[in-house]
């Protein structure tokens, strides 16, 4: 279930207010079945991909040193105000909040740009007194989320640059380089190789292959994006079947899940609920189907290890360390465990990835570019043997 702000005409006045739903569409139907007519709603849990974990690491880091130098919350709160930029209007409406009388989870909840775990988290450490403790094993969290961030983004830069440098210099080489080759030997009265005459057609029509790919790869992105929202939940079944990348997809979710897990058993929030929570951090349609069935197994009465084991789709390190958690009673451990072995896998995973591009990168595009300079160096031999 997701948290939803609402704009709505109701007896003839605007109104605003929080419901909750599986999705806007369900959030709007129930209020039109009670006579409200919605205007706009917004999610105030926001998806994983929408949240600025910048902002959020420095919120939280900066927000638990002020309370634990002893200022009250609405007083570092306005401290922020003050130095914050980017996100000042929503840490206005924070300090409005919590000024007019609301918990600080609920003043959170209403600007809509903390997670729902994040929110909950927050609660569970008002309600418990220890407020200060939370943030601090936030902090741990989002700057965990960050670093792995970070290790994709920075694995990824140097295969990025590789592959662009590359492009570049085989459209300088085919628009630039053979041109002027081929004035110069079209004016020689010789045979030109047959490796030459490619490059020259390669050339010629260049420009032409550039455009026609941008218009092939933008209905491609067109069609995906339709096939996506019509059989989305088919295809990332597909994906995370195939050998090498399905691995690398499933253990990224359950990085999340077990992170978020973790943490929300850690601040003594009950199973069914972190679940619940956890569930919203995972992206895939697929995936998150399955642990809303897990879900449900439990609220029947199952233990957690029997319940995902029914859904035959998550590894079997999974299970078994969940079921050594159930057994031991530290089932916040065993989701501990869970990530961090994870993390590790999928550091691993990337780098070998990583590794095995980079090379095929470099013997593709110099394949390609050492095709043009051979032609051209084939016909410049042709008229040397010539003369």
Not at 39 to 52: F, G, K, M, W
Not at 229 to 250: D, S
Not at 260 to 277: C, Q, R, T, V
């Amino acid at each position: 279930m997701m948290e939803y702000k609402y704009k709505a005409f109701y007896n003839g006045q605007l109104i605003e207010g929080v419901a909750e739903g599986e999705s806007k569409w369900d959030v709007v139907s129930q209020l039109k079945n009670q006579g409200i007519m919605v205007l706009h709603i917004d999610e105030l849990a926001p998806r994983d991909a929408s949240i600025d974990y910048k902002f959020l690491e420095k919120f939280t880091r900066q927000l638990y040193q002020l309370l634990k130098s002893g200022l009250t919350t609405d007083r570092a709160i306005l401290f922020l105000c003050k130095s914050e930029k980017k996100y000042g209007r929503e840490l206005n409406e924070i300090l409005n909040s919590l000024r007019a009388g609301d918990a600080f989870s609920t003043a959170l909840k209403k600007v809509g740009i903390f997670p729902r775990s994040y929110t909950e988290m927050v609660k569970s450490g008002e309600e418990s007194g220890n407020l200060e403790d939370i943030l601090e094993l936030l902090l741990y969290a989002i700057q965990e989320r960050n670093e792995l961030r970070k290790h994709i983004i920075n694995a990824l830069i140097y295969p990025s640059f590789l592959f662009i440098v590359s492009i570049l210099s085989f459209m300088l080489i085919s628009l630039y380089v053979i041109p002027k080759f081929k004035v110069v030997l079209q004016s020689a009265d010789i045979k030109l190789p047959f490796l030459t005459k490619i490059a020259f057609a390669i050339s010629d029509i260049f420009s032409y292959i550039v455009i026609s790919s941008l218009i092939f790869f933008l209905l491609i992105l067109i069609s995906v994006r339709i096939l996506i929202k019509k059989y989305r939940q088919p295809l990332e079944i597909f994906l995370l079947k195939m050998p090498f990348v399905g691995n690398v997809i499933l253990k990224l979710e359950l990085i999340k899940f077990s992170q978020s897990m973790y943490f929300l058993l850690k601040s003594n929030l009950p199973l069914n609920i972190a679940i619940d929570i956890a569930t919203g951090t995972v992206n895939m349609l697929a995936v998150r189907n399955k642990l809303v069935e897990v879900k449900a197994e439990v609220l029947k009465g199952s233990s957690l290890n029997q319940a995902i084991i029914k859904q035959e789709l998550f590894p079997d390190i999974f299970t078994e360390i969940i079921s050594i958690g159930e057994q031991t009673g530290e089932l916040h451990r065993a989701f501990h465990t869970l990530y961090t072995q994870f993390s590790n896998d999928f550091k691993d995973m990337t780098k070998k990835f990583i590794s095995l591009l980079e090379p095929a990168i470099i013997i593709v595009m110099g394949l390609l570019i050492g095709f043009l300079v051979f032609s051209m160096m084939l016909a410049v031999f042709s008229i040397s043997s010539g003369i």
